[in-house]
């Protein structure tokens, strides 16, 4: 969830490029599978995480582009700052 939403945060972008953006994001670590993918979207999508931006036919074949919304990107900020508290508690307790 956290590198579809900071994914997003950008602009709109349909599910491959979502999940291309995930894998250069993660430095290669995470490289999500279309059905996990398409899961995480959905459930987000029903949470009003991100909305639909707008939809194309390439190829033959309907695209979907997602957008981050306010809570959205309310939420993925939430997530980055607790991740450098947490991270900067560790970083000192080592350091101590």
């Given amino acids: 969830m956290?590198?579809?939403?900071t994914a997003l945060l950008k602009?709109?972008?349909?599910?491959?490029a979502i999940s291309k953006a995930i894998q250069d994001l993660s430095g290669g670590r995470v490289k999500p599978s279309v059905?996990?993918?398409y899961g995480i979207l959905e459930?987000?999508?029903?949470?009003?995480?991100i909305a639909v931006d707008r939809e194309e036919v390439?190829?033959?074949?309907n695209r979907r582009y997602f957008r981050i919304t306010d809570d959205g990107q309310g939420i993925v900020e939430a997530e980055a700052?607790?991740?450098?508290?947490?991270?900067a508690l560790v970083l000192r307790e080592a350091a101590g």
């Fill in 81 to 87: 700052r607790r991740m450098r508290a947490a991270a």
């Fill in 43 to 49: 459930r987000l999508n029903e949470r009003g995480v």
């Fill in 2 to 5: 956290y590198f579809v939403l």
């Fill in 11 to 16: 602009g709109p972008l349909h599910g491959h």
């Fill in 35 to 37: 059905g996990t993918l």
């Fill in 58 to 61: 390439v190829n033959g074949r």
